[in-house]
């Protein structure tokens, strides 16, 4: 029980830090051409249609047409092309 | 820009797992964009400076890489590395375009009548502007200054510089012209020793009469006229009061005299580069006596004159030499000498020759012919009349 409460507890403290600290997950969407993740931590699958990124807190993944990947070496990368749908797992 | 000037090379790599070399590109320190899988190739860019790290891990992931495009300047720059004419002529053509835009090219001056170029030019030149002159050096202020202070003909002036020309604009004072006051009283009288030949009067009252004598300062014209009523007023007289006189004009020459012989001309070019006078010749020395006169073509480009030049210098050397002349030739130099008096001083409309009786006579090896002219012209003055009103 007490295990429990610990684990929910640093889970919480985690969080607020992650959320002090800018660790979290950011995603800004620009209409269905370019979406910019940042604290991305590795890409798990990449072709020309998909791509499948490791985020610090989630896992991406992008649908779409002539997917092109930037990195400009900043804890995040740049996904352009035509997108057609995101999930969130 | 910034690609441009950093070069941006188009990559492609082969490898076995292409997702984990994405990611070990993403972990490095290297900026890659426009990254994509084409048949299992990655084709991407990166900047020019990352390529070499690029290469490495390549290597170590057994990756085979490929370079396929390159764009930027930094690419021609290294093509061009090693020659050296052209940066040290990129740089010495910018040193001269700094040097011309803060040297004096031309001088422009506007505005004068009758103060001539040359004179503004002689003081402008003892003030430091002159072609060659370096601009940031002179004081415009303090040039206008002096030339105001020199030439007392100018009312106002400006100097300025636009670029690499100097602007000149002056204003020159409006002289004060002798003004007769048509409204005080003053007589006519004469100037000369005369007869009177010839009467016109517009306003006054008539002394001599025509044929009459008259000596110099006599009254010809009085402003002081009696009245019906006998009383007296003053009036500004006027008129033209032709006379007959004499006039003594003596010329004189020597038997003996020296003259200047003249030799070949020697003509001398030189080039004129802002001021800085380049010889074209050998300097050989002139021994005698020359006169010296110069003229200098500049260069024009277009409507604008260069200050680059060629300067032609014009030297006649001349002896002096003793003539000894005979009765003839010296009065044939005192004709001439007579003749051009005549042209200069009495060939004006105001005054006609009547006669001229010429005398000659020789003393102490010098010939002098007297002219005496019978002349007739106006030979009125007007006087002011000073009374109390």
């Known amino acids: ?89 | 820009m910034f690609d441009s000037i950093r070069g941006v090379i188009t990559f492609s790599v082969c490898c076995s797992e292409p997702n984990k070399f994405i990611n070990v590109l993403k972990n490095s320190y290297i900026a890659s964009r426009n990254l994509r899988i084409i048949n299992s190739n990655i084709i991407g860019e990166v900047y020019s400076c990352d390529y070499e790290t690029l290469k490495e891990f390549a290597e170590k992931n057994s990756a085979e890489l490929k370079e396929l495009k390159r764009k930027g300047i930094i690419f021609v720059f290294r093509k061009y590395k090693k020659r050296i004419g052209l940066f040290v002529g990129f740089f010495l053509a910018l040193a001269l375009v700094i040097f011309c835009s803060n040297i004096v090219m031309a001088i422009e001056i506007s505005g004068n009548e009758h103060v001539t170029d040359e004179q503004i030019l002689a003081i402008l030149e003892d003030n430091g502007i002159k072609i060659g002159s370096f601009i940031p050096n002179i004081d415009f202020r303090r040039a206008e200054r002096k030339i105001i202070v020199a030439l007392d003909d100018l009312a106002w002036i400006g100097v300025r510089n636009t670029g690499c020309r100097v602007i000149v604009e002056v204003n020159e004072r409006t002289k004060i012209p002798e003004m007769v006051s048509t409204t005080r009283p003053c007589n006519v009288v004469s100037t000369k020793d005369a007869q009177i030949v010839g009467l016109k009067v517009y306003m006054g009252m008539l002394v001599p009469m025509l044929g009459d004598g008259v000596r110099k300062g006599d009254l010809l014209i009085s402003g002081v006229v009696e009245g019906s009523h006998q009383n007296t007023y003053y009036v500004h007289a006027m008129g033209d009061i032709i006379g007959r006189y004499e006039e003594k004009v003596s010329f004189s020459q020597n038997m003996t005299d020296n003259i200047m012989v003249y030799d070949d001309e020697i003509i001398k070019k030189s080039i004129s580069v802002f001021g800085f006078r380049i010889p074209l010749y050998i300097n050989k020395s002139i021994d005698s006596e020359y006169e010296y006169a110069e003229q200098i073509n500049n260069f024009k480009l277009l409507k604008l004159t260069l200050p680059v030049g060629i300067v032609i210098s014009e030297y006649n050397p001349y002896t002096v030499e003793s003539v000894s002349y005979t009765e003839e030739e010296a009065e044939e130099l005192l004709n001439e000498k007579v003749k051009r008096y005549e042209q200069n001083f009495l060939s004006d409309d105001s005054v006609k020759i009547i006669d001229n009786k010429i005398q000659t006579s020789i003393k102490d090896n010098v010939m002098t012919i007297t002219v005496t002219y019978t002349l007739e012209g106006n030979i009125g003055e007007t006087q002011e009349i000073l009374a109390k009103y």
């Open chain 1, 1 to 89: 029980m007490r295990r429990k409460l610990k684990e929910e507890y640093n889970h919480v403290i985690a969080g607020i830090c992650r959320e002090k600290m800018y660790l979290n997950t950011h995603i800004c969407i620009c209409d269905n051409k370019r979406i910019e993740v940042e604290n991305c931590k590795r890409i798990m699958e990449y072709n020309d249609i998909y791509v499948k990124i490791k985020t610090s807190t989630l896992i991406l993944q992008v649908w779409g047409e002539n997917i092109v990947i930037s990195d400009y070496n900043m804890d995040g990368i740049i996904i352009e092309g035509k997108i057609s749908s995101i999930e969130f797992l």
